[in-house]
């Protein structure tokens, strides 16, 4: 069992935890994820490290409320145990040699990309970052990244906050005017990133990408994360809990991505109103 040390929301649909999971902190690094599972009967989902101490043996979780799962999540409270905590999976970003990163984040999406900002501003990188969100209302973790960018650039769709427009309209501008990166690291919603990657593909700068596919063991058994790479006019096929979740932006295929990520949405949401539903019986209100 593992303890909730602190629990915040940080906007309407998306909550920051810190676990105790010491095991977990020890070894964790920006890039990797856990699996966790809310009770016994819950089901396994995987989360982005979002955050860690080693010292005090506690690891972040951002995570959007979305399904039933994140539902029953987002009703524990501090001091609440979560059944299943394990890791950390996948493999770490690669951070070394790095001297000046272009970082694009979208959503919670910037949960996954702050801790790979801090440790590259931690190593002497020179950090330029865009984050993007739908309005004013979903903004997370712009301090945060402000404390680790030599550059911040903070879009809204809708002009309630910071410039108006999506993340590709500061990277076309920055890129265009000849500023250039030893790479470009994009995290957010499918979309978003495969039109980043568009982005920045005619200026050939590595170009790497976050990836977050249906996922059940994170061991590379189930072959439900698996994701289509076009790699020198060859389909290769890779496992993102065990390959990833980083991989060449220009080699995946974001079209089939989006695709898979679309085949349980009912489903989900059908889950999600039952959990609400259940949550309304019981007088739970968190």
Known sequence: MYRIVSKKLLNPTVCMMEIEAPFVAKKAEPGQ??????????????????GFDREKGTVKIIFQIVGATTLKLNALSEGDFIQDFAGPLGVATRVEGLRKVLIIGGGVGCAIALPIAEKLSANGCEVTSVIGFRSKELLILEDEFKA???????MTDDGSYGERGNVCVPVSRILSEGERFDEVIVIGPLIMMKFAVEAVRPYGIPCTVSMNPIMIDGTGMCGGCRLSLNRDGEKVIKFACVDGPDFNGYEVDFDEAMSRSAMYRDFERHAYEETCNLFKKKGVNK
Do not use: Q, Y
């Open 33 to 50: 994820f856990i699996i966790l599972r809310v009770d016994e009967s819950g089901e396994r989902i995987p989360l982005t490290v979002a």
């Open 148 to 154: 680790v960018s030599d550059k911040l650039f903070v």
